[in-house]
């Protein structure tokens, strides 16, 4: 789920696809994604940092025409993999294919994806870019961590992840760490760990990648929507629905392409 290309595919030795149980979290999902995307101007939904494609699919078999999005070269090939049949981009945020995307009925741009911009200026970029492929009055949903708590309170990692592993008596183990250096700005490392127990080395390193990512606050995600030709319709700080506060999990916008 990442945003830009730099030469290094930040994300090609993390495997998500385990870390997240997704029937469950896309039926979590389903009724917010369902209400947004009701009144869209028409069925193509673009879908930015699109990862290895969950959401992708998931909102195609709802009936929507789907463009997946990713700067990942890795997580694109697996998303095809998934879908041969379906429709992917490699492209960073900030340079959205506007010949491709044009006449965008909605977007959505979730998994904390945002953060991987860390400049005022590329968020710019990627909101008037994005709101040049939409058509007006489509929504756009972006969903992202709560940073507000998580640079107030000075948090450094999230909780373990513990799933089975590929090998009879293997469990695998994702761990999340970040570093705070100020003014927003974290290092992200994601690493993946095998732990089989009893053997000789009970506990692996699998894979870890330090990533620099920035925490945007709301209220500088709200106003550079702003700038962007966006219009802000709710705050939620739940995937769920439920309201925002300085103590929720997420960050979600539900914005409207002026």
């Known amino acids: 789920m990442t945003s830009e290309p730099d030469g290094l595919d930040a994300y090609g030795r993390i495997a998500y696809q385990g870390l997240i149980a997704w029937p469950e979290r896309l039926q979590r999902e389903a009724p917010l994604f369902?209400?947004?995307?009701?009144?869209?101007?028409?069925?193509?939904?673009?879908?930015?940092?699109?990862?290895?494609?969950e959401h992708t699919r998931f909102l195609a078999a709802l009936g929507f025409e789907l463009t997946g999005v990713d700067a990942s070269a890795s997580q694109l090939e697996a998303a095809r993999e998934a879908d041969p049949h379906g429709r992917y981009l490699q492209a960073g945020l900030t340079a959205l294919p506007e010949g491709a995307l044009g006449g965008q009925g909605a977007a959505i741009c979730v998994?904390?994806?945002?953060?991987?911009?860390?400049?005022?200026?590329?968020?710019?970029?990627?909101?008037?870019?994005?709101?040049?492929?939409?058509?007006?009055?489509?929504?756009?949903?972006?969903?992202?961590?709560?940073?507000?708590?998580?640079?107030?309170?000075?948090?450094r990692t999230f909780p373990i992840v513990l799933r089975p592993g590929e090998a009879e008596g293997e469990d695998r183990i994702f761990?999340?760490?970040?570093?705070?250096?100020?003014?927003?700005?974290?290092?992200?490392?994601?690493?993946?760990?095998?732990?089989?127990?009893?053997?000789?080395?009970?506990?692996?390193?699998?894979?870890?990648?330090?990533?620099?990512?920035r925490g945007w606050?709301?209220?500088?995600?709200?106003?550079?929507?702003?700038?962007?030709?966006?219009?802000?319709?709710?705050?939620?700080?739940?995937m769920t629905g439920e309201v925002w506060s300085a103590r929720s999990s997420d960050l979600v916008v539900v914005a409207e392409r002026r």
Not at 38 to 52: F, I, N
Not at 122 to 149: I, K, M, T, V
Not at 217 to 238: A, D, K, W, Y
């Open 111 to 155: 998994g904390n994806t945002l953060p991987h911009l860390c400049e005022a200026e590329e968020l710019r970029a990627f909101f008037s870019g994005l709101a040049r492929c939409l058509l007006p009055g489509a929504p756009f949903l972006l969903q992202l961590l709560n940073y507000d708590r998580i640079l107030d309170r000075g948090e």
């Open 217 to 238: 606050r709301r209220s500088e995600v709200e106003g550079l929507l702003g700038e962007g030709g966006f219009r802000v319709r709710e705050m939620l700080g739940t």
């Open 34 to 53: 369902q209400r947004v995307l009701a009144g869209a101007p028409s069925r193509r939904v673009v879908d930015l940092g699109c990862g290895s494609g």
């Open 175 to 213: 761990l999340r760490l970040m570093t705070h250096h100020g003014g927003g700005r974290l290092t992200f490392t994601p690493a993946t760990l095998r732990y089989h127990p009893g053997a000789e080395v009970p506990l692996e390193l699998v894979a870890a990648q330090d990533v620099p990512l």
